[in-house]
């Protein structure tokens, strides 16, 4: 028998090095007294230690207070930081995370340098660091967010721009456009992205467009002219169009900019009709050329000029069907009003549940009767209205929807109403808003959030000795989805996993029960009774906390205290 390492341990440490500069990150191993068994070369690039604070048997404490000692350590800037850490304090708190089961996280290191830190705690208490340099990666990280920052802002500066803008690249496609553009086409931007004027307009306008698009983009120079159009609504509007070309050498851009002049063209001249209506005037259209007529005769048809024909929908009360639309949205609710009006209907809108209730008071005081409500579908406590109404049949409708579809299901809805033998009087009241459903039954007693493979069959073990059903759950994003399908009597989250952490998936079921009666105890479960631990699972919204190693007795006083004496049966 020999005193001496084994001959291969000489290789594995070769091996261990020469992967650990392959990869350019350095490993650190430490064993359950935490003293340093393994330690690679490559960690000195990261920390300027000693080199024996690193060697073989040396405590991890020493190598953590030799780190402190560099002042290279990670989550601190030397030259800037005001604020002075305490010694020991930075090293305990370090050797509680090197204890933690497991532990990632991105961190300074020194003034530009980023390193990737992730600590493992195995069940046989041995631990392992692991440090990579991510500096490039976050600066790419932070490029990328400043980027989409500034992209989503311009599209937020150009949508609130009054003036119809749009963006045309090489094969003259439109690649961006702003709301004001999309009103003019009744389109939505999804509708026009990704297609050429010869999808939009007449060809010989489109063929004119495009002249004038390939004109700038070859040779730089701005185009304009004045332009009449009339909108897809029917109304005029009277622009002054730029064309710019942007970009750098071959790869350029089309930029055109309809400047609204309507308020120019068009003006009060302060005479009176007998009415007392003030007319518009057109002070000099002759230097406006003729632009696309998106309006369409036929959608803006008067529902009464076709009873009067004796179309196939003259059994309808066209001009008497009064229609309520309850949405926030004030695009949605300029549009769908205007819509339905112009097509004979008595139309309005609330903005909100204390408006709809008002209405319904108001309407029923009036001894008035409604025929159609409107619900958008993003319209506050939507479900709690929809459950609780009482007056009319609803419609649902979203921001995307097209006005003459729902005009059209307004009609459709009306008669079949009207053609019904037997119609119910209908009441303006909210019956059903005091009650509230009854919460579901639990499918299972206890959900387990553990990603540890031996903790879930020591859980497991205890809660199929004591009774109890249970599922398991190996990560805190899978728990979420679990307690939604299974609403379980109790959930033990364990605060480290994967994917989902215990405390973000404690606040969205937190979150997910707001405006239930009752709530599922939920209790943390963690490897050590940090403060910081604590202080979260309270703040999350956990109910208490248990700590690892768990025993029968301690799941079985958790059951005890949060769960019903029925639901704890324990064995023998």
């Known amino acids: 028998m020999s005193d001496g390492a084994p001959n291969g341990a000489d290789i594995n440490r070769v091996i261990l090095e020469s992967s650990c500069d392959a990869l350019g990150i350095a490993v650190l191993v430490c064993s359950r007294d935490d003293t340093i068994l393994f330690a690679s070369r490559t960690m000195l690039q990261f920390f300027p230690v000693p080199a024996e604070a690193l060697m073989p048997g040396a405590r991890l404490r020493d190598f953590l207070g030799a780190v402190y000692d560099t002042g290279v350590r990670p989550g601190t800037v030397p030259e800037n930081s005001r604020r002075r850490t305490n010694r020991e304090e930075w090293i305990a708190e370090h050797m509680a995370l090197h204890w933690r089961e497991r532990y990632e996280s991105v961190e300074r290191a020194g003034r530009t340098r980023w390193v990737s830190m992730r600590k493992r705690r195995l069940s046989s208490g041995m631990g392992i660091l692991s440090i990579s340099d991510v500096s490039d990666q976050k600066k790419r990280d932070e490029q990328l967010q400043t980027d989409l920052e500034r992209v989503e802002l311009t599209e937020q500066i150009l949508d609130a721009q009054p003036n119809p803008i749009c963006v045309k690249d090489r094969n003259l496609n439109y690649i961006a456009v702003n709301k004001a553009f999309c009103l003019i086409h009744d389109l939505a931007q999804d509708a026009i992205l990704g297609r050429s004027a010869w999808d939009l307009v007449e060809s010989d306008l489109a063929e004119r467009f495009e002249q004038s698009d390939r004109m700038v983009l070859e040779t730089g120079k701005p185009f304009s002219q004045a332009e009449h159009i009339v909108r897809a609504d029917g109304s005029d509007l009277w622009v002054l169009t730029r064309k710019y070309r942007v970009g750098m ?313 949060f769960m019903p004496v029925k639901a704890v049966r324990t064995a023998g």
């Not at 009060?268 to 632009?291: C, K, M, N």
């Not at 406590?381 to 003459?404: H, N, T």
């Not at 403060?531 to 958790?558: F, N, R, T, W, Y």
């Open 249 to 561: 050498p071959g790869r350029h851009f089309v930029v055109t900019c309809m400047n609204d002049v309507t308020d120019i063209a068009v003006w009060y001249p302060g005479g009176e009709e007998p009415s007392g209506e003030v007319t518009l005037q057109i002070r000099d259209y002759s230097i406006f050329a003729a632009a696309q007529n998106f309006y369409d005769p036929f959608r803006a048809l008067n529902v009464q000029q076709l009873v009067e024909a004796g179309s196939m929908i003259e059994t309808l009360p066209a001009r008497g069907l009064r229609v309520l639309l309850a949405t926030d949205d004030r695009a949605l609710e300029e549009r769908l009003v205007a819509r339905l009006r112009g097509s004979g209907l008595d139309a309005c809108a609330v903005r909100d549940v204390d408006e709809l209730h008002a209405f319904c008071a108001a309407v029923d005081e009036a001894g008035l009767k409604l025929d159609i409500l409107l619900l958008d579908a993003a319209f506050p406590e939507r479900q709690k209205i929809a459950a609780g109404w009482r007056d009319s049949p609803i419609l649902p409708v979203s921001a995307d929807q097209d006005g003459a579809a729902v005009l059209a299901e307004v009609f459709r809805v009306c008669s079949e109403r009207a053609g019904a033998a037997l119609q119910p009087e209908w009441s303006l009241s909210f019956e059903a808003e005091e009650i509230a459903p009854p919460p579901p039954a639990p499918q299972v007693d206890v959900l387990v959030a553990e990603d540890n493979q031996i903790n879930q069959f020591v859980f497991t073990q205890i809660l199929e000795g004591l009774g109890v059903s249970h599922r398991i759950a190996a990560n805190g994003r899978e728990a979420v989805e679990l307690w939604h399908e299974l609403q379980p009597a109790l959930v033990l989250m364990d605060v480290s996993m994967p994917v989902m952490n215990g405390f973000d998936a404690t606040v969205a079921i937190r979150s997910a029960e707001k405006g239930r009666a009752q709530k599922t105890p939920i209790i943390g479960v963690t490897a050590q009774a940090l403060d910081i631990d604590l202080q979260q699972c309270k703040a999350c919204g956990m109910d208490d906390h248990i700590m690892k190693p768990v025993s029968p007795d301690m799941i079985e006083a958790v059951l005890r205290k």
